[in-house]
C-alpha cells in the first residue's frame, strides 16, 4: 500500500503525525517495511548493506520504504560529511516503541498458531 498524499500540517507549519493505526496499517502491510525494519533491528543500517541483506529488494523500493519510515518518525537518517559520503539508519526513541508494538502483533500471531 502506497499513499502519497501529504501529511497534513499543524498550526506551526510542521507535518503533523499520522495516527499511529495508520503507520501500523501501512507497514504491517508491506513486506518491505517490515524486512527494512527486520534488517536495521539486525543491525544493518546503510543503505548499500540493507539493498544486499533483503532478496528481491530493489534500490527504488528500499529509497522509498526508507523515506516512508523517517517520515513517520521510525528512524532517523544520519548523514556523516565524509568522502565518499555515509549515510545510515538508527531507529528513534519512537521506532522503538513501535519496533514493540510489531513484536507484540507477532507474538500474537505466534499464539493463534498454536
Known amino acids: 500500500m502506497h499513499d502519497s498524499s501529504p501529511t497534513p500540517a499543524d498550526d506551526s507549519g510542521t507535518p503533523a503525525a499520522p495516527p499511529v493505526a495508520r503507520m501500523v496499517e501501512d507497514i504491517v502491510g508491506c ?3 517490515l524486512a527494512v525494519i527486520d534488517a536495521v533491528r539486525r ?5 548499500g548493506a540493507l539493498e544486499h541483506s533483503i532478496d528481491g529488494l530493489s534500490k527504488k523500493v528500499l ?3 526508507l523515506a516512508k519510515l523517517v517520515r513517520y518518525g521510525i528512524l532517523d537518517k544520519h548523514s556523516y560529511i565524509e568522502m565518499p559520503p555515509r549515510v545510515e539508519y538508527r531507529f528513534t526513541p519512537f521506532g522503538e516503541k513501535f519496533c514493540g508494538l510489531l513484536d507484540g502483533i507477532e507474538a500474537l500471531q505466534r499464539e493463534l498458531r498454536r
Open 63 to 65: 529509497n522509498e520504504r
Open 31 to 33: 513486506k518491505w517495511s
Open 43 to 47: 543491525g544493518v543500517c546503510r543503505p
